[in-house]
């Protein structure tokens, strides 16, 4: 039949509204992805922060004592 056609090669219509659809939906995959990063990112936040701030004061502390005794 006629109307029986791939995505590729359908009418011209078909073909702008399946690319739309497309963009749409990538957009939509990316804004999920963004989510899921900031839920974890928020939720993870205060011990990520406590260990950060741990590390520096080690990197900074311990040279500093060790050079300043010597």
């Known amino acids: 039949m006629v109307e029986e056609t791939t995505k590729a090669t359908g009418p011209i219509r078909m073909t702008a509204i399946n690319k739309m659809m ?10 999920a992805r963004t989510n899921k990063l900031d839920s974890g990112i928020m939720d993870s936040g ?6 950060g701030l741990a590390l520096v004061l080690i990197f900074i502390l311990v040279p500093a ?6």
């Open 46 to 51: 205060i011990i990520g922060f406590a260990i």
């Open 22 to 31: 497309d963009s749409i939906r990538y957009k939509a995959q990316i804004l």
């Open 65 to 70: 004592l060790l050079l300043g005794g010597i």
